[in-house]
């Protein structure tokens, strides 16, 4: 399922950015995958599966859809827990040497941008297990308001 996952996010950041999906492979031996698009691609579409949670994004679609059927129940949070829970493991188990992605935009960019955006990701899933989609606004508002006033700070702290 994770290399499933990992090369279904490609694929899902490649249509994202309007490149065509030609393929998509999964080795028998479990040892990995491929996903195949015309273009050149971007950095995007590289490292999507370190951040972005696909069956996460899924199942809010779902389960948004559950809702306009059935109320909110401890199903709904108990899938949402595995799922943040299976998106926490897979993006640990995938950073390791071996990995071919992470090199080609480089360690140093990897380092800086994937553990804030993971943290985004898992801001929206709480956000959405815990109000829905008006959840997520909320959270992105406060993270707006805690951008601008950290912003601030720096400008301050350095004279400007």
């Known amino acids: 399922m994770e290399v499933l996952a990992h090369e279904l996010t490609h694929a899902f ?15 028998a031996d479990d040892s990995g ?10 950095w ?5 599966p370190y951040f972005f949670p696909l069956f996460g994004f899924i199942a809010m679609l779902v389960i948004t859809v559950y809702q306009w059927f059935a109320p909110m129940n401890i199903l709904i949070f108990i899938v949402m827990g595995y799922i ?25 960019f990897c380092a ?3 553990l ?9 899933m709480l956000a959405f297990n815990s109000r829905g989609w008006g959840g997520i606004s909320v959270f992105n508002s406060l993270i707006w308001q805690l951008d601008k006033k950290f912003f601030s700070y720096v400008l301050n702290l350095i004279g400007l």
């Open 13 to 27: 950041f490649a249509l994202l950015t309007f490149h065509k999906v030609k393929g998509l492979k999964i080795n």
């Open 33 to 42: 995958g491929s996903m195949c698009f015309e273009g050149d691609g971007n």
């Open 44 to 48: 995007l579409i590289i490292i999507a």
């Open 84 to 108: 943040i829970g299976y998106h926490v493991d897979t993006v640990c188990s995938q950073i390791h040497e071996k990995q071919t992605d992470l090199p080609k935009v480089g360690y140093g």
């Open 112 to 114: 800086v941008f994937l």
């Open 116 to 124: 804030p955006a993971n943290l985004w990701m898992l801001g929206w």
